[in-house]
């Protein structure tokens, strides 16, 4: 089946360690996308790609970075650099870059905490 | 700035009933607004897109109004189920991306 898988479910991180994210997906799409979502909040955007080996900020990318080497592929890492990351984390793709006129398909998120 | 303003209290209505949502933006121009599912620990799902030139859409039981005089899009929910229970959420265009709302948690008891 078709879709976009995020890995690990749960992680956890412990202070001043950089963690990575993974999200791969089977849907020969385009561009992706990474959002946090914290408790009661809604979906805020951290990076986005349109296309392989090029990819933008989003509102809140200070502290993650990412890459787009494949176009299935793009992986998140939370750097030691982002003082609160525990939150939510959803990887995003669509078939193409318009992302205000495509529908944004997810998968099931990671778990972030900070032991 | 933007901002997308959905109702932050829950919504507990009755099966059976219909269930209206309320997604109000302010400084967008949206040519295109989406709704969203989301269930507690997975990803949002797709629902349904609605173009500025389109009053209303549906889907099975699903109705979207978007009004861009008022600024606003009404979610109905008809003959609402216990298996509606959700958080819905709305999302407006910004750029390349998607912004999203906080969500409207419904609960739909027997």
């Known amino acids: 089946d078709g879709g976009i898988t995020q890995s690990p479910k749960y992680l956890f991180r412990k202070e001043g360690q950089n963690v990575t994210l993974s999200c791969e997906q089977n849907l020969n799409h385009d561009a992706m996308y990474w959002y946090r979502q914290d408790p009661g909040q809604g979906l805020r955007l951290i990076y986005y790609s349109q296309i392989v080996n090029d990819f933008q900020k989003g509102d809140i990318a200070e502290g993650y970075s990412v890459s787009r080497e494949k176009k299935e592929s793009f992986p998140l890492t939370v750097t030691s650099a982002q003082k609160n990351p525990t939150a939510f984390y959803l990887c995003?793709?669509?078939?193409?870059?318009?992302?205000?006129?495509?529908?944004?398909?997810f998968g099931s998120g990671t778990q972030l905490s900070v032991l | 700035s933007q901002k997308i303003e959905q109702n932050s209290e829950a919504l507990n209505i009755q099966e059976g009933k219909t269930a209206t949502l309320t997604c109000n933006y302010t400084n967008y121009s949206p040519a295109y607004l989406q709704w969203y599912r989301q269930d507690p620990g997975r990803g949002p799902v797709f629902l349904l897109l609605i173009r500025e030139n389109e009053k209303e859409k549906r889907k099975e039981r699903l109705k979207v109004t978007f009004d861009t005089t008022l600024k606003q899009s009404l979610f109905h929910i008809t003959a609402s189920q216990p298996a509606d229970s959700a958080t819905y959420l709305c999302a407006l265009g910004s750029g390349y991306a998607l912004n999203f709302g906080k969500g409207t948690s419904l609960l739909v008891t027997p």
């Open positions: 995003a793709s669509s078939t193409t870059p318009q992302g205000r006129r495509e529908k944004l398909f």
